[in-house]
Protein backbone atom coordinates (compact mmCIF):
# COMPACT_ATOMS: atom_id res chain seq x y z
CA UNK A 1 0.00 0.00 0.00
CA UNK A 2 1.04 3.55 -0.83
CA UNK A 3 -0.38 6.97 0.44
CA UNK A 4 0.95 10.09 -0.88
CA UNK A 5 2.42 12.31 1.35
CA UNK A 6 2.72 15.34 -0.91
CA UNK A 7 0.21 17.21 0.55
CA UNK A 8 1.71 16.40 4.03
CA UNK A 9 5.02 18.34 4.52
CA UNK A 10 5.53 21.76 3.33
CA UNK A 11 8.07 20.96 0.99
CA UNK A 12 5.86 19.19 -1.13
CA UNK A 13 8.59 16.72 -2.94
CA UNK A 14 6.51 13.53 -4.33
CA UNK A 15 6.51 11.29 -1.59
CA UNK A 16 4.72 8.27 -0.18
CA UNK A 17 4.27 6.37 2.94
CA UNK A 18 3.10 2.42 3.41
CA UNK A 19 0.03 4.00 5.66
CA UNK A 20 -1.17 7.45 6.94
CA UNK A 21 -3.79 7.51 9.74
CA UNK A 22 -5.33 10.44 10.80
CA UNK A 23 -5.94 10.73 14.83
CA UNK A 24 -8.81 13.24 16.56
CA UNK A 25 -8.82 12.23 19.56
CA UNK A 26 -6.57 10.40 22.45
CA UNK A 27 -8.60 7.39 22.02
CA UNK A 28 -8.02 6.62 18.37
CA UNK A 29 -4.66 7.65 19.28
CA UNK A 30 -4.11 4.82 22.13
CA UNK A 31 -5.69 2.64 19.69
CA UNK A 32 -3.49 3.61 16.49
CA UNK A 33 0.54 3.23 18.19
CA UNK A 34 2.14 0.60 17.83
CA UNK A 35 3.96 -0.05 21.56
CA UNK A 36 6.56 -2.70 20.07
CA UNK A 37 10.27 -1.30 20.21
CA UNK A 38 10.61 -2.44 16.34
CA UNK A 39 7.31 0.23 16.25
CA UNK A 40 7.93 1.73 12.40
CA UNK A 41 5.41 4.93 13.17
CA UNK A 42 6.20 8.37 12.65
CA UNK A 43 4.37 11.32 14.45
CA UNK A 44 3.51 14.04 12.18
CA UNK A 45 2.25 17.40 12.90
CA UNK A 46 2.20 20.23 9.72
CA UNK A 47 4.46 18.78 7.56
CA UNK A 48 6.53 22.28 8.39
CA UNK A 49 9.44 21.43 9.77
CA UNK A 50 10.22 17.68 8.22
CA UNK A 51 10.59 16.40 4.72
CA UNK A 52 10.18 13.81 2.86
CA UNK A 53 11.42 11.83 -0.02
CA UNK A 54 10.99 8.45 -1.81
CA UNK A 55 9.06 6.13 -0.34
CA UNK A 56 8.78 4.89 3.85
CA UNK A 57 8.25 1.79 5.16
CA UNK A 58 6.30 3.36 7.88
CA UNK A 59 2.60 4.51 9.03
CA UNK A 60 2.12 7.70 9.76
CA UNK A 61 -0.23 9.43 12.68
CA UNK A 62 -1.28 12.23 11.79
CA UNK A 63 -2.11 13.87 15.28
CA UNK A 64 -5.49 16.08 14.13
CA UNK A 65 -6.28 16.33 18.34
CA UNK A 66 -8.29 19.81 18.12
CA UNK A 67 -9.49 21.61 21.06
CA UNK A 68 -8.89 24.89 22.93
CA UNK A 69 -10.21 24.80 26.50
CA UNK A 70 -9.82 27.25 29.60
CA UNK A 71 -8.37 25.32 32.15
CA UNK A 72 -7.40 28.45 34.69
CA UNK A 73 -7.35 31.57 35.42
CA UNK A 74 -6.59 34.45 37.67
CA UNK A 75 -6.39 38.41 37.66
CA UNK A 76 -3.68 38.77 35.03
CA UNK A 77 -3.34 35.06 33.22
CA UNK A 78 -5.34 32.80 31.28
CA UNK A 79 -4.55 29.23 30.91
CA UNK A 80 -5.54 27.47 27.59
CA UNK A 81 -4.85 23.79 26.58
CA UNK A 82 -4.35 23.59 22.84
CA UNK A 83 -4.98 20.07 21.63
CA UNK A 84 -1.90 19.16 19.39
CA UNK A 85 -3.43 19.35 16.35
CA UNK A 86 -4.80 22.43 16.01
CA UNK A 87 -3.04 24.44 13.42
CA UNK A 88 -0.71 27.31 15.04
CA UNK A 89 -2.54 29.91 12.79
CA UNK A 90 -5.61 29.14 14.98
CA UNK A 91 -3.89 29.53 18.69
CA UNK A 92 -2.85 33.02 17.20
CA UNK A 93 -6.45 33.42 16.02
CA UNK A 94 -8.30 32.25 18.91
CA UNK A 95 -5.45 34.18 21.35
CA UNK A 96 -6.12 37.64 18.97
CA UNK A 97 -9.99 37.40 18.97
CA UNK A 98 -10.13 36.81 23.24
CA UNK A 99 -7.67 39.67 23.65
CA UNK A 100 -5.10 37.03 25.13
CA UNK A 101 -1.47 38.27 24.81
CA UNK A 102 2.11 36.66 24.43
CA UNK A 103 2.48 34.53 21.19
CA UNK A 104 1.13 37.85 18.94
CA UNK A 105 5.46 37.83 17.75
CA UNK A 106 4.43 34.25 16.50
CA UNK A 107 1.95 35.00 13.80
CA UNK A 108 2.32 32.96 10.79
CA UNK A 109 4.65 30.21 11.62
CA UNK A 110 2.68 27.03 10.06
CA UNK A 111 2.77 24.61 12.03
CA UNK A 112 0.60 23.13 14.55
CA UNK A 113 0.43 23.18 18.33
CA UNK A 114 1.78 19.71 18.81
CA UNK A 115 5.04 20.53 16.87
CA UNK A 116 5.50 23.85 18.05
CA UNK A 117 7.60 22.80 21.66
CA UNK A 118 9.44 20.08 20.05
CA UNK A 119 11.76 23.09 18.76
CA UNK A 120 10.51 25.73 20.98
CA UNK A 121 9.15 28.02 18.00
CA UNK A 122 10.30 31.22 17.88
CA UNK A 123 10.35 34.89 16.19
CA UNK A 124 10.30 38.53 16.43
CA UNK A 125 11.90 38.08 20.36
CA UNK A 126 9.14 35.59 21.39
CA UNK A 127 10.22 32.29 21.62
CA UNK A 128 7.33 29.76 22.64
CA UNK A 129 8.45 28.66 26.20
CA UNK A 130 8.35 32.96 27.14
CA UNK A 131 4.58 31.57 27.37
CA UNK A 132 4.76 27.94 27.87
CA UNK A 133 3.30 25.97 30.66
CA UNK A 134 3.14 22.40 30.68
CA UNK A 135 2.56 19.68 28.23
CA UNK A 136 1.21 16.37 28.28
CA UNK A 137 2.68 13.72 26.38
CA UNK A 138 1.87 9.82 25.71
CA UNK A 139 4.57 7.17 26.23
CA UNK A 140 4.84 5.39 23.02
CA UNK A 141 5.97 1.93 24.12
CA UNK A 142 3.35 2.39 27.52
CA UNK A 143 0.44 3.82 26.45
CA UNK A 144 1.03 6.22 30.08
CA UNK A 145 0.23 9.97 29.52
CA UNK A 146 3.21 11.99 31.40
CA UNK A 147 2.39 15.34 32.10
CA UNK A 148 5.93 17.92 31.53
CA UNK A 149 6.65 21.12 32.87
CA UNK A 150 8.68 23.84 31.19
CA UNK A 151 11.82 23.13 33.41
CA UNK A 152 11.37 19.09 32.32
CA UNK A 153 10.79 20.30 28.87
CA UNK A 154 14.71 21.89 28.58
CA UNK A 155 13.62 24.20 26.22
CA UNK A 156 16.71 26.29 24.28
CA UNK A 157 17.25 27.66 21.13
CA UNK A 158 15.10 25.89 18.62
CA UNK A 159 15.70 22.78 21.38
CA UNK A 160 14.12 20.78 23.94
CA UNK A 161 13.66 17.19 25.44
CA UNK A 162 11.56 15.90 22.70
CA UNK A 163 14.28 16.68 20.13
CA UNK A 164 17.53 14.91 22.22
CA UNK A 165 16.85 12.07 25.08
CA UNK A 166 12.87 11.98 24.62
CA UNK A 167 13.23 11.97 20.83
CA UNK A 168 10.08 9.98 19.68
CA UNK A 169 9.58 8.75 22.65
CA UNK A 170 6.27 10.51 23.29
CA UNK A 171 3.27 11.95 21.11
CA UNK A 172 2.46 15.29 22.52
CA UNK A 173 -1.61 15.32 22.79
CA UNK A 174 -1.87 19.12 24.48
CA UNK A 175 -0.20 22.26 25.49
CA UNK A 176 -1.23 24.23 28.26
CA UNK A 177 -0.08 27.82 27.27
CA UNK A 178 -0.11 30.94 30.22
CA UNK A 179 -0.83 34.22 28.02
CA UNK A 180 -2.16 37.57 29.35
CA UNK A 181 -5.59 38.82 29.69
CA UNK A 182 -4.53 42.45 30.41
CA UNK A 183 -1.38 44.94 30.77
CA UNK A 184 0.37 42.81 27.90
CA UNK A 185 4.18 42.79 27.42
CA UNK A 186 3.78 44.42 24.02
CA UNK A 187 7.42 43.29 22.44
CA UNK A 188 8.18 45.81 19.49
CA UNK A 189 11.82 46.41 20.38
CA UNK A 190 13.36 43.84 16.96
CA UNK A 191 13.96 46.32 14.53
CA UNK A 192 12.06 45.26 11.78
CA UNK A 193 8.40 45.40 13.78
CA UNK A 194 9.65 48.78 15.16
CA UNK A 195 10.26 50.38 11.67
CA UNK A 196 6.67 48.33 10.06
CA UNK A 197 4.76 50.06 13.45
CA UNK A 198 6.70 53.20 12.25
CA UNK A 199 5.48 53.14 8.70
CA UNK A 200 1.86 52.01 9.74
CA UNK A 201 1.92 55.09 12.05
CA UNK A 202 1.20 53.09 14.96
CA UNK A 203 2.76 54.57 18.26
CA UNK A 204 0.87 52.36 20.75
CA UNK A 205 0.48 48.94 19.50
CA UNK A 206 -2.24 46.38 20.73
CA UNK A 207 -1.70 42.58 20.36
CA UNK A 208 -3.06 43.13 17.11
CA UNK A 209 -1.36 45.60 15.76
CA UNK A 210 1.74 43.53 16.78
CA UNK A 211 0.42 40.58 15.04
CA UNK A 212 0.07 42.66 11.87
CA UNK A 213 3.33 43.96 11.47
CA UNK A 214 4.68 40.88 12.18
CA UNK A 215 2.69 39.63 9.10
CA UNK A 216 3.79 41.84 6.52
CA UNK A 217 7.11 41.12 7.44
CA UNK A 218 6.77 37.44 7.10
CA UNK A 219 5.25 38.23 4.11
CA UNK A 220 7.33 40.55 2.89
CA UNK A 221 10.61 37.98 2.74
CA UNK A 222 9.21 34.42 3.30
CA UNK A 223 7.94 32.22 0.51
CA UNK A 224 4.17 31.28 1.38
CA UNK A 225 4.35 27.45 1.27
CA UNK A 226 1.07 27.01 -0.36
CA UNK A 227 2.48 28.42 -3.26
CA UNK A 228 6.02 27.35 -2.85
CA UNK A 229 7.42 24.57 -1.25
CA UNK A 230 10.02 25.28 1.54
CA UNK A 231 10.08 24.66 5.20
CA UNK A 232 11.16 28.18 6.54
CA UNK A 233 14.55 28.60 8.56
CA UNK A 234 16.55 25.67 6.80
CA UNK A 235 19.32 25.70 9.63
CA UNK A 236 19.61 27.22 13.12
CA UNK A 237 21.52 30.27 13.35
CA UNK A 238 25.32 29.07 14.46
CA UNK A 239 26.14 30.09 18.31
CA UNK A 240 30.23 30.39 18.21
CA UNK A 241 32.97 31.61 20.38
CA UNK A 242 33.21 35.87 21.60
CA UNK A 243 36.77 34.97 20.20
CA UNK A 244 35.76 33.62 16.98
CA UNK A 245 33.57 36.23 16.49
CA UNK A 246 36.43 39.06 17.00
CA UNK A 247 38.64 37.32 14.57
CA UNK A 248 35.73 37.03 11.60
CA UNK A 249 35.26 40.59 12.41
CA UNK A 250 38.15 41.44 11.11
CA UNK A 251 37.88 39.84 7.86
CA UNK A 252 34.02 40.63 7.92
CA UNK A 253 33.63 44.21 9.42
CA UNK A 254 29.82 44.26 9.35
CA UNK A 255 28.93 40.66 10.50
CA UNK A 256 26.29 40.96 12.15
CA UNK A 257 25.57 38.73 15.92
CA UNK A 258 23.33 38.17 18.65
CA UNK A 259 24.89 38.29 22.70
CA UNK A 260 24.08 34.37 23.85
CA UNK A 261 26.53 34.65 27.02
CA UNK A 262 29.71 36.31 28.06
CA UNK A 263 31.71 34.06 25.70
CA UNK A 264 29.75 33.18 23.51
CA UNK A 265 27.42 35.09 20.34
CA UNK A 266 24.58 34.22 17.72
CA UNK A 267 25.43 34.97 14.07
CA UNK A 268 22.66 34.89 10.96
CA UNK A 269 22.63 31.96 9.14
CA UNK A 270 20.93 34.38 6.33
CA UNK A 271 23.48 36.67 6.83
CA UNK A 272 26.60 33.95 5.81
CA UNK A 273 25.27 32.61 3.22
CA UNK A 274 23.57 35.94 1.51
CA UNK A 275 27.25 36.76 1.81
CA UNK A 276 28.56 33.92 0.55
CA UNK A 277 26.82 34.71 -2.31
CA UNK A 278 24.22 31.90 -2.29
CA UNK A 279 21.05 34.15 -2.80
CA UNK A 280 18.95 32.57 -5.50
CA UNK A 281 21.12 29.84 -6.76
CA UNK A 282 19.94 26.94 -7.51
CA UNK A 283 20.67 23.27 -8.03
CA UNK A 284 17.88 21.11 -10.00
CA UNK A 285 14.53 22.44 -8.47
CA UNK A 286 15.93 23.49 -5.60
CA UNK A 287 17.00 26.96 -5.05
CA UNK A 288 17.90 29.45 -2.22
CA UNK A 289 15.14 31.71 -1.71
CA UNK A 290 16.15 35.50 -3.44
CA UNK A 291 14.27 37.22 -0.45
CA UNK A 292 15.87 35.98 2.45
CA UNK A 293 18.87 33.19 2.27
CA UNK A 294 18.27 31.15 5.11
CA UNK A 295 15.04 29.60 3.28
CA UNK A 296 15.57 26.81 0.62
CA UNK A 297 12.68 26.55 -1.87
CA UNK A 298 11.34 23.88 -3.93
CA UNK A 299 11.37 26.24 -7.24
CA UNK A 300 10.71 24.01 -9.60
CA UNK A 301 9.22 20.31 -9.17
CA UNK A 302 12.82 19.93 -7.11
CA UNK A 303 13.14 16.10 -5.89
CA UNK A 304 14.68 15.51 -2.70
CA UNK A 305 17.98 14.76 -4.05
CA UNK A 306 18.78 17.96 -5.69
CA UNK A 307 17.84 19.66 -2.25
CA UNK A 308 20.38 17.47 -0.28
CA UNK A 309 23.15 18.42 -3.03
CA UNK A 310 22.03 22.29 -2.11
CA UNK A 311 21.77 22.18 1.51
CA UNK A 312 25.12 20.31 1.70
CA UNK A 313 27.06 22.79 -0.91
CA UNK A 314 26.13 25.18 1.26
CA UNK A 315 27.47 23.52 4.59
CA UNK A 316 30.53 23.08 2.68
CA UNK A 317 31.12 26.47 1.62
CA UNK A 318 30.27 28.20 4.70
CA UNK A 319 32.40 25.74 6.61
CA UNK A 320 35.55 26.69 3.93
CA UNK A 321 34.62 30.31 4.42
CA UNK A 322 33.90 30.72 8.31
CA UNK A 323 35.31 27.57 9.51
CA UNK A 324 31.53 27.31 10.79
CA UNK A 325 29.55 24.74 10.57
CA UNK A 326 25.49 24.94 9.99
CA UNK A 327 23.07 22.50 11.72
CA UNK A 328 19.94 21.95 9.72
CA UNK A 329 16.63 23.06 11.91
CA UNK A 330 14.58 20.93 9.56
CA UNK A 331 14.06 16.92 10.01
CA UNK A 332 14.32 15.02 6.83
CA UNK A 333 13.62 11.32 5.51
CA UNK A 334 14.80 9.80 2.43
CA UNK A 335 13.10 6.18 2.07
CA UNK A 336 11.80 6.45 5.36
CA UNK A 337 14.92 6.85 7.58
CA UNK A 338 16.09 9.89 9.39
CA UNK A 339 18.83 11.93 7.40
CA UNK A 340 21.86 12.41 10.01
CA UNK A 341 24.65 14.74 8.92
CA UNK A 342 28.20 14.19 10.66
N1 LIG B 1 20.20 38.50 6.50
C1 LIG B 1 20.89 38.81 5.35
N2 LIG B 1 20.52 38.16 4.21
C2 LIG B 1 19.55 37.23 4.16
C3 LIG B 1 18.86 36.91 5.35
C4 LIG B 1 19.20 37.57 6.51
O1 LIG B 1 21.79 39.63 5.35
O2 LIG B 1 19.30 36.70 3.08
C5 LIG B 1 20.54 39.23 7.73
C6 LIG B 1 19.45 40.27 8.06
O3 LIG B 1 19.69 41.48 7.45
C7 LIG B 1 19.57 40.37 9.56
C8 LIG B 1 19.97 38.97 9.98
O4 LIG B 1 20.52 38.34 8.85
O5 LIG B 1 20.62 41.24 9.92
C9 LIG B 1 18.82 38.17 10.56
O6 LIG B 1 17.80 38.00 9.57
P1 LIG B 1 16.24 37.87 9.98
O7 LIG B 1 15.86 38.95 10.90
O8 LIG B 1 15.48 37.69 8.72
O9 LIG B 1 16.16 36.55 10.85
P2 LIG B 1 16.88 35.14 10.76
O10 LIG B 1 17.94 35.09 11.81
O11 LIG B 1 17.29 34.82 9.37
C10 LIG B 1 15.33 34.06 12.57
C11 LIG B 1 14.53 32.79 12.71
C12 LIG B 1 13.23 32.90 11.93
C13 LIG B 1 12.45 34.08 12.49
C14 LIG B 1 13.30 35.35 12.34
C15 LIG B 1 12.65 36.55 12.97
C16 LIG B 1 16.14 31.00 13.03
C17 LIG B 1 16.82 29.82 12.43
N3 LIG B 1 15.30 31.65 12.23
O12 LIG B 1 15.69 34.18 11.20
O13 LIG B 1 12.48 31.73 12.18
O14 LIG B 1 11.22 34.26 11.79
O15 LIG B 1 14.57 35.16 13.02
O16 LIG B 1 12.73 36.47 14.35
O17 LIG B 1 16.37 31.31 14.20
C18 LIG B 1 12.05 29.50 11.33
O18 LIG B 1 12.57 29.08 12.36
O19 LIG B 1 11.59 28.73 10.44
C19 LIG B 1 12.01 30.96 11.12
C20 LIG B 1 11.54 31.48 9.99
Same mark, same amino acid.
Given at each position: ?????????????????????????????????????????????????????????? !???? *?? /????? =?? #???????? %? &??????????????????????????????????????????????????????????????????????????????????????????????????????????????????? !???? *?? /????? =?? #???????? %? &?????????????????????????????????????????????????????????????????????????????????????????????????????????????????????????????
Amino acid at each position: MSHSLQKLHTFGFQASAAQVLHCKNNVELLQSLDKSTKSKQLILGGGSNIIFGGHADL !TIIK *NE /IKDIQ =IL #DQDAHHIY %I &RVGAGVIWADVIQHALQHNYGGIENLTLIPGTMGAAPIQNIGAYGIELRDVFHSLAAVDRRTGVTKEFSKKECRFDYRESIFKQEAKNKYVITDVTLRLTKRDHQIKADYGAIKK !TLEQ *NS /ITNPT =IQ #DISNAVAQ %I &RMSKLPDPSIIGNAGSFFKNPIISKNKYTALLEKYPNMPSYPISDSQVKVPAGWLIDQAGWKGKAIGGAAVHDKQALVLINKNNADISDLIQLYQSIQLDIQSRYDISLEREVTIYKNGVELIDD
